[in-house]
Structures are given as structure tokens and as C-alpha cells.
């Protein structure tokens, strides 16, 4: 598969994601119907529907932190991991970017992530992480599934890490999900905390991946294989 293929891929998975998730709360808003199961499931089958579109492309990844949790595992190389996170937020500014054109910023802007009041930044820093865990983890898991319907299983952990999440941070496990509505929106509230959260997660998720599905307590061969990748790529 050539690179820009690969690139190609990752921004029209990411604009699939972000424009169909971050669409539907716009409109489950406008119709007043129930948030959280709506957009959890939106963002679910969005993943579901890219993944099948293009992961045979580049891997669907369409999440600067699953893109940082296979670099980590050394399934993908470092001038491709900085590659695709361009690609991804791109994806997601294009996908706000139509939304900005079709309705306003103003409307863009209710679709930035943003840390509830009933909680402070740093737990919703603490919060992110987990719910990347948990999403990551089964990633780096699933991806190595020869089954037909892992893809279903990837889209129905981002599903249920939305539902478990958006009353507290909106959740975001994706900091080009976040990066583009704060951008377009000019909404940056917490920005930081979407930013930093997901990537501690995705980093936690590799570690708990190696220890338990493979089993690997040393990780000085893996660590030396990533800085001999990072400095030599």
C-alpha cells in the first residue's frame, strides 16, 4: 500500500468519526432526544463503519492515541506515526470545518469535549486516561484478531466508554476528536486535559497489554527497539 494511501485513509476514517459522532449530538440536541446513549452509539458505529471502510488501508487507526499505542507496540514506524496523527487531525478539522460551513461555529463549539462542573480538570485528566485504557487496551487486543466481527468489538468499546463518560468529560479517548471542535469552535476550556489524557491512557493500555496478553515483564528490548526507531526514522 503506498504512504499517501495510508494517509488518505486515516483522514477520511478520522473525518467519518468526528463528523458522524461530533453530527450526532448536534442533532440528537435539536430533536431533544436522550444524549448519551445517541452519541455513544454514534460514535461507536462511525468507528465500525470506518474500520470496515479502511482499515485494510492503514490499519484504522482514526486516534492519535491508538496511533501512539502501536508505534509503542512497534507496529508502526515513527515517521508514519507522525504522519498519521497529521492525517487524523486534519480529518477532524475538515469534518468540524463542514459543520462550521453548513451551521456556524457557534454550533461547532456545543460539540467541543468539556470537563463537567461536578468535577475538577485533573480528575477529568484522571478520567480520560481510564476510559483510553479501556478503549485502547481492547484495540491493541482486537487488532490482532484474525475474527470477521473484531471490528464490531473496537466499535462497541468506544461505545461504552461514551456512555460511561459523557456526563463526566464528554469523552473525548481521541485527542483529534477534541483538537478540531476546540479549534474551529474557539472553544478551549480545558483543552489541555483532552490533550494529555488520552495519550497517558494509550501508554498505560500498551503496558497492561504486554503484562497480561502477552506476558512480558521485561521491557527494556521494547524500549530500546522505540528509541532506536525514534532516533533513527
Known amino acids: 500500500m503506498k504512504t499517501w494511501q495510508k494517509y488518505a485513509a486515516e483522514v477520511f476514517g478520522t473525518f467519518m468519526l468526528v463528523g458522524i459522532g461530533t453530527g450526532a449530538i448536534l442533532g440528537i440536541k435539536e430533536a431533544g432526544e436522550p444524549v448519551i446513549m445517541g452519541v455513544a452509539l454514534a460514535f461507536g458505529l462511525a468507528l465500525v463503519t470506518a474500520l470496515y471502510s479502511l482499515a485494510r488501508v492503514s490499519g484504522g ?133 483532552y490533550m494529555v489524557g488520552p495519550m497517558v491512557g494509550a501508554v498505560i493500555a500498551w503496558v497492561l497489554y504486554k503484562l497480561i496478553v502477552e506476558g512480558d515483564t521485561d521491557f527494556s528490548d521494547d524500549l530500546s527497539d522505540i528509541n532506536y526507531a525514534a532516533t533513527t526514522t
Open 61 to 193: 487507526h482514526f486516534n492519535p492515541a491508538v496511533t501512539l499505542a502501536m508505534f509503542l507496540d512497534r507496529r508502526i514506524g515513527f515517521t508514519d506515526t507522525m504522519g498519521y496523527m497529521v492525517a487524523q487531525a486534519l480529518g477532524a478539522f475538515l469534518a468540524s470545518g463542514v459543520f462550521a460551513i453548513v451551521l456556524s461555529r457557534a454550533a461547532v463549539s456545543q460539540t467541543a469535549t468539556q470537563v463537567s462542573a461536578v468535577i475538577s480538570e485533573f480528575e477529568g485528566l484522571i478520567a480520560e486516561a481510564v476510559f483510553t485504557l479501556i478503549f485502547v487496551f481492547a484495540i491493541l487486543v482486537l487488532s490482532k484478531s484474525a475474527a470477521h466481527t473484531k471490528y464490531l468489538g473496537m466499535g462497541a468499546a468506544l461505545a461504552a466508554v461514551h456512555m460511561l463518560g459523557i456526563p463526566f468529560t464528554g469523552t473525548s479517548v481521541n485527542p483529534a476528536r477534541s483538537f478540531a471542535p476546540a479549534l474551529v469552535g474557539d472553544t478551549w476550556a480545558g483543552f489541555w486535559v
